[in-house]
């Protein structure tokens, strides 16, 4: 049996044991999520290694540095192109399904005020001071630029800069086999992930807050099949179905596990071997994509933002609407590819609008169904985009979508 089948047979029947367990969650908790944790740790242990030495291998080997201006201008703009739309689409579903509406905020509920940092200060703290030290604390827009830094520093110096490039090559590829190795746990990895949180999120938590759920989740359809759909055939000419199948190891991972930066292995992965792109692009705009491209994230801010103007029954004008599109654009840039980052950048969102944080409190029980769903278009986008810059260097392969064949 091919892998990905095994990996949503696992989904599926984690699912039904969760649903199975709902009156006892603790079960669930206690014997079946330690393996879960396990799987995510195995994940977890590469993200370092393998972002550091990818994005090094992707930037050294644009070639020249006109090549990497190029290549990553062209990669920023479709973030946030595509992440602006999403926060739209979702500001469109909050308009329609009017989350809110009727929903009476409980007397006394107050959250605690957990302040996104200021943007200024993100964008200053991209450079790391300590670099090892960045390595050390996994913060990612450090990896990033510091990696960048190097693949510049040995594209500038040519022959010498040889064997750095060969080193940091053989670690990345020791670490895409060993994401190989650790999908083949995923089935298991994956039921154990998903029983407990359906266990403890079940039908009783969801359904006071089911037009939330709904709007989120119909507005990641929509995004996925309008906005990836489009750049996939329009700028690469493939066939969407394909993409979707070619991407699906990875969106079954990032729905199961709610972390871009945990799925990235697995990505990478999916994008090179089932999708054709090359692996100076993937290697380059993936990894930059787990950390700062959130399609799925703006767009559940935008929907949560409503839903709060619509508890509190503050109409929001347009340019407050306006206000959201970008806040929420570069919230998600912000935002860690982690469970739960978005949720705390929402309140970023919220105060950039003045609109109450306590609403958030609402937000809060059912978050993780919410971040599963996010967290799949994340990774999904981060696809679609490698697909399009791919097919504009001309580095993309055509090949026949072999998902799951070992
Ligand atoms: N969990 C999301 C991710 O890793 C981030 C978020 O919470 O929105 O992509």
């Known amino acids: 049996m091919k892998l990905t089948t095994k990996i949503l047979i696992g989904l599926v029947a984690g699912v039904i044991l969760g649903l199975v367990l709902g009156g006892a969650p603790q079960v669930a908790v206690t014997y079946i999520a330690p393996f879960g944790t396990l799987f995510l740790n195995l994940i977890r242990m590469i993200i370092v290694p393998l972002v550091l030495s990818s994005l090094v291998v992707g930037a050294a080997s644009m070639g020249d540095l006109k090549k990497l201006g190029r290549v990553g201008g062209k990669t920023i703009v479709f973030y946030l192109a595509t992440t602006a739309v999403a926060v739209i689409i979702g500001l469109i579903l909050g308009n329609v399904f009017k989350p809110g509406a009727g929903l009476l905020l409980l007397e006394g509920v107050t959250v605690e005020a957990r302040q996104a940092p200021p943007l200024v200060e993100t964008l200053l703290n991209i450079i790391p001071s300590n670099p090892l030290k960045a390595l050390v604390d996994a913060s990612m827009l450090q990896i990033i630029s510091f990696a960048i830094f190097i693949g510049i520093g040995i594209t500038s110096i040519g022959e010498k800069g040889r064997p750095l490039l060969s080193f940091f090559d053989s670690l990345a590829e020791v670490m895409y086999k060993l994401t190989a190795l650790i999908m083949n746990l995923a089935p298991y990895g994956v039921f154990a992930l998903i029983t407990p949180v359906v266990a403890q999120n079940g039908p009783s938590v969801l359904l006071p807050l089911g037009k939330v759920v709904i709007a989120v989740y119909v507005g990641v359809v929509i995004h996925s099949l309008l906005v990836y759909s489009s750049i996939v055939k329009l700028v ?56 700062i491209n959130m399609d799925g994230t703006a767009l559940y801010q935008g929907i949560c933002a409503l839903f709060v103007a619509q508890i509190y029954g503050i109409d929001l004008t347009i340019a407050q609407q306006v206000s959201i599109v970008l806040t929420a654009t570069l919230a998600s840039i912000g935002t860690a590819g982690v469970p739960g980052a978005g949720f705390i950048m929402l309140t970023m969102v919220l105060t950039s609008v003045g609109l109450p944080l306590e609403g958030s409190a609402l937000i809060a029980g059912i978050d993780r169904i919410l971040d599963m769903a996010r967290t799949t278009v994340n990774v999904v986008g981060d696809g679609a985009v490698a697909v399009a810059i791919a097919a504009t260097e001309g580095e993309l392969k055509d090949i026949e979508v072999k998902v799951g064949s070992k």
């Not at 969106?251 to 945990?262: H, R």
Request: hydrophobic share 45%; charged share 10%.
């Open 236 to 291: 690469a000419n493939m066939n969407p179905l394909k993409f979707f199948k070619g991407i699906s190891p990875a969106a079954t991972v990032a729905f199961s596990t709610a972390s871009s930066a945990g799925t990235l292995p697995v990505t990478i992965k999916s994008v090179k071997e089932n999708l054709g792109v090359s692996n100076s692009v993937a290697s380059f705009v993936l990894p930059l994509g787990a950390t």
